[in-house]
């Protein structure tokens, strides 16, 4: 026996054979379902809020908008964007989640999985850099969701340690999907899968953060796949490092050292990992390793790439 009660609430009731109500199961959620807790993050037109499942005792990270300010700012079309990405992602152990949207007046409301163990970023930055262990596990995490987003038709646009999440077991999630780029199941002469959305919305902006922005953005205004591919060669850099390997004062002069190829291995930087930073730090997007020719790289020697056994592993110790 289902009823919809309000317009948020689907409830679910059993009933013995006299009628009488023996379970009462709510199924679709609401604002009053939760117990809100502590910020997890604030965005430019979202909060995230850690909050508790009040029937189940299931912690979820719930992703606050504000309607009128996302109205205000012309930014519903990302909205959807995000919604509709994460809807298409829904089964992948390394990206975030989507179990429930609802609203009320004032917000939409996004619950996704919560990631107890928060920001790659500020993993790499409590540690100062990484062991080549700890590189290996969460870089072969980070192109395996990669790959699986790729497939499902996706380009995240904004790949960066601030959108990898860790969770209760040290494992990789992939977040905001805010910029991403739907892909279309239409095909162009070469195959190639074709964007639903306008590549670019904004003339004269970009989508991304300086750091990770591939150069085939900066000199052509177009981004494929391979933008992404870009952004993990830069975090693998990063992991090891420290530092992205494109940093600079500002934004421009960011840029001016993306298209000049510009950046420098530290001292000590492991050469197997130079060698596959090099080869996917490559200007020309055609030129660039793909997935599956990093996934064969030495640097990975010896790791088992099966899906389920790559999720399966205990962390490294983080070094
Ligand atoms: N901060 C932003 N999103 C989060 C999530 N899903 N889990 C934990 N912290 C977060």
Redesign the pocket.
């Known amino acids: 026996d289902w009823k919809e009660k309000g317009a948020a609430r689907l409830v679910k009731t059993e009933k013995d054979e006299n009628g009488n109500v023996i379970s009462t199961h709510i199924i679709k959620r609401g604002v009053e379902d939760f117990e809100f807790g502590k910020t997890?993050?604030i965005g430019s037109y979202s909060t995230?809020v850690?909050a508790t499942d009040k029937q189940t005792q299931q912690t979820?990270?719930i992703?606050i908008l504000d309607k009128r300010h996302i109205i205000k700012e012309k930014k519903v079309k990302y909205v959807e964007i995000e919604k509709n990405t994460l809807s298409r992602l829904r089964d992948h152990p390394g990206i975030?989640s989507l179990h429930y949207t609802f609203q009320d007046e004032s917000s939409l409301y996004f619950v996704?999985?919560?990631?107890?163990n928060?920001?790659l970023l500020s993993l790499i930055k409590k540690m100062g850099s990484l062991d080549e262990a700890c590189t290996q596990y969460y870089s072969a995490q980070i192109l395996d969701a990669l790959e699986f987003m790729h497939f499902r038709g996706v380009i995240h646009r904004d790949l960066k340690p601030e959108n990898i999440?860790l969770d209760e077991k040290m494992r990789v999630?992939i977040?905001?999907f805010g910029t991403a780029c739907l892909l279309s199941n239409e095909v162009d002469s070469q195959g190639n899968k074709l964007p639903t959305y306008p590549q670019n919305h904004r003339t004269n902006s970009f989508v991304g953060t300086a750091e990770y922005v591939s150069p085939e953005l900066l000199s052509d205004k177009v981004q494929g796949k391979e933008c992404d591919v870009w952004a993990f060669g830069c975090i693998l850099y990063q992991l090891i490092a420290g530092m992205p390997p494109f940093k600079a004062a500002n934004e421009y002069l960011t840029f001016k050292k993306i298209v000049k190829l510009d950046y420098r291995f530290p001292p000590g930087f492991p050469s197997r990992l130079k060698d596959l930073v090099r080869r996917v730090l490559v200007f020309d997007p055609r030129q660039r390793y793909d997935i599956p020719r990093i996934k064969a790289h030495p640097f990975y020697d010896g790791f088992d790439w099966n899906r389920k056994n790559l999720w399966k592993q205990k962390h490294p110790r983080i070094m």
């Open positions: 997890l993050g995230v850690g979820y990270a992703k975030v996704l999985d919560y990631a107890a928060g920001e999440l999630k977040t905001d």
